[in-house]
Nanobody
Framework: QLQLVESGGGLVQPGGSLRLSCSAS???????IGWFRQAPGKEREGVACFARRGSSTNYADSVRGRFTFSRDAAKETVYLQMDKLNPDDTAVYYC???????????????????WGQGTQVTVSA
């Protein structure tokens, strides 16, 4: 079965840290995998991603220097280390996978064909 499962969300104070995990099971190939987030009333936003073409890792400007994407192919798991969190980071965070050839930047959510259920991250004093 094909499945993406996120974990690691929770409530944290401003300036704190969280580490999100995404288990990607049953996938034999992909062109991009990444983290996205959506706050209530706002559009889905690309946070960090890895594109197989060029083996590049990309970050949204709003999180660059604070968040770190990593990947463990053997464990079929990707991670998002989030440091220096602020209330603007509050959102549901999703892991997504793109299984076909892709040329657009991996932070663009359109075209991703598998999505996890999401994990809530709340940053509040």
């Amino acid at each position: 079965q094909l499945q993406l499962v996120e974990s690691g969300g929770g409530l944290v104070q401003p300036g704190g840290s969280l580490r999100l995990s995404c288990s990607a099971s049953g996938f034999t190939q992909y062109s991009a995998i990444g983290w996205f987030r959506q706050a209530p009333g706002k559009e889905r936003e690309g946070v960090a991603c890895f594109a197989r073409r060029g083996s590049s890792t990309n970050y949204a400007d709003s999180v660059r220097g604070r968040f770190t994407f990593s990947r463990d192919a053997a464990k079929e798991t990707v991670y998002l280390q989030m440091d220096k969190l602020n209330p603007d980071d509050t959102a549901v965070y999703y892991c997504a996978l793109h299984t076909v050839n892709r040329n657009r930047p991996c932070l663009v959510s359109s075209g991703y064909n598998y999505w996890g259920q999401g994990t809530q991250v709340t940053v509040s004093a």
